[in-house]
């Protein structure tokens, strides 16, 4: 005993292993301070999510974008996990590595996907998008990538697994039939083969054999020996199952608490939580967003933003910088910093401003409301700052912001309740400033650079 707990503190005392997550809606430009990140971690793990996430990383002018595999894999040497809190389509994983491969990065010997990772089935977008259409007006906005109905399967604890997929194929056959049976009960008219599904579950088991791990353990092992991890959050905070705009979420643990259960380690694994916030808001799907604009400046931010989903190219809902919200992911994640994206978004702009509370029915609140109808009509309360002419495009240290800029991110800081370890200023990796003296300079030291 004594002697387990000893190994865990030496494990401990040399690690640096950080989740980094969103904390507003989602696209919050994750994919580039991951990548940014990256060459300060052996191993970089997701939690949770499926491919319904789009990193989008920009490497010498190139474009990649990323749905399921962690970014980390740009990266030479550093090895990928894919967790068992993630939902795995396997036409979608072998699309991502064919294409991979194609940019000659070989995935071999440096993916890890969880043993205990859930299966998207052929039919689970269907079940997404039929379900979709029940709700009419209601509906939540999904990606229509299955990702619902396969989260669902898995907490009606009839999901299939990964390593259901690599052995005793009698078992299988039996929950596949039973599987397609109930969902052909639920599609009217709906006479699907089980046959052909479980046939083709085989074949996907077989070709991601190689890559089928115990991720829990591997991790375990990886930190005991001193390697960092970067658990890397898909999606976001409000987009969380259990602390999001709940029906309008998706259906994992996007925030902090997802990192242990998605990968089986301890609390104690995560040495520090870096929450990226754009400079301002925005939002696919539906569902309340408090500080949402329309018209001209909703479309300036969108177009100066390129606010189009990754996955699905929808235009995004844009709106001001929302502290309640940013506070609010703060409290939940224990958040040591954040990482600040996309203020050259908001270059040119007379002037700009944050929402620090809403005018309710029931009052001024301060805190994030669980009720969506007091959310849907809350007004925002804005502290308005001067805007900025002169470009913070490419910046890399403070001192090359315009005032008006610093006096925005200084006040964005104060009223978020947190402070920018990191501030993008554009799309590459150049375009950043590492501000000295900062979480991340205490995690990784001086080195760190865009
Ligand atoms: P689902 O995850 O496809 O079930 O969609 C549920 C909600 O999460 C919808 O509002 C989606 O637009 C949103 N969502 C899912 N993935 C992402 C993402 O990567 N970025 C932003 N929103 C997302």
């Known amino acids: 005993m004594i002697v387990a707990s000893l190994q865990y503190h030496m494990c401990r005392m040399s690690n640096t292993s950080i989740a980094v997550l969103g ?27 499926g491919h319904n996430a789009g990193h989008t990383v920009y490497v010498k002018g190139q474009k990649f974008v990323l749905h399921l595999i962690p970014s980390g894999i740009l990266h030479p040497g550093v090895t990928c996990v894919i967790g068992n809190g993630v939902v795995v389509d396997p036409k979608a994983l072998f699309k991502e590595i064919d294409e991979l491969a194609r940019m000659g990065i070989a995935v071999d010997g440096r993916l890890r996907i969880s043993e205990k990772a859930h299966v998207i089935l052929p039919y689970h977008r269907e079940l ?44 299988l056959q039996e929950e596949v039939r039973e599987n397609v049976s109930a969902r052909n009960r639920i599609i009217k008219d709906s006479t ?45 905070t409000l987009l969380d199952i259990d602390h999001g705009t709940y029906p309008f979420v998706t259906s994992s643990n996007a925030s902090v608490g997802g990192v242990c259960t998605g990968l089986g380690v301890s609390p104690k694994a995560i040495g520090g939580v870096l929450g990226v ?64 994206t996309k203020l050259d978004v908001l270059d040119g702009l007379s002037e700009v401003k ?35 002419s002169s470009p913070t495009k490419g910046a890399k240290r403070m001192d090359d912001l315009p005032v008006e800029a610093r006096r925005y991110v200084q006040r964005l ?38």
């Open 23 to 49: 904390t507003q809606w989602g696209d919050e430009g994750k994919g580039k301070i991951v990548d940014m990140l990256t060459p300060n971690f052996s191993v970089v793990a997701r939690y949770q999510g």
């Open 128 to 171: 997404d998008v039929l379900s979709e259409a029940r709700r009419g007006e209601r509906k939540i906005g999904t990606t229509s990538r299955g990702i619902g109905p396969a989260y669902e399967d898995k907490i009606g604890r009839r999901g299939i697994r990964v390593c259901d997929l690599l052995s005793d194929f009698p078992a």
């Open 192 to 236: 699907l083969d089980w046959r052909p599904v479980f046939d083709q579950l085989v074949a996907d088991g077989e070709r991601m054999r190689p890559w089928v791990n115990d991720v829990s353990l591997f991790l375990w092992q990886a930190m005991k020996e001193g390697k960092s991890v970067m658990f890397e959050g898909a999606q976001a």
């Open 277 to 340: 916030a754009k400079a301002y808001t925005t939002r696919v799907g539906e569902g309340p967003l408090p500080t949402e604009l329309s018209g001209e400046l909703a479309e300036r931010l969108r177009e100066s933003g390129q606010e189009y989903g990754a996955s699905t190219g929808r235009p995004r809902r844009c709106g001001w910088y929302d502290a309640v919200v940013v506070r609010y992911s703060a409290r939940i994640n224990g958040l040591d910093a954040l990482a600040l």
């Open 354 to 388: 944050l929402c620090t509370g809403y005018r309710t029915a029931q009052g001024l609140l301060t805190e994030f409301p669980a009720n969506l109808k007091t959310l849907a009509s809350a007004e925002p309360v804005y502290e308005t700052m001067p805007g900025w």
């Open 413 to 450: 800081e104060e009223v978020s309740g947190v402070s920018c370890a990191i501030i993008s200023t554009g799309s590459d990796r150049e375009e950043t400033i590492v501000r000295p003296d900062s979480a991340i300079t205490s995690w990784f030291g001086e080195s760190v650079r865009a």
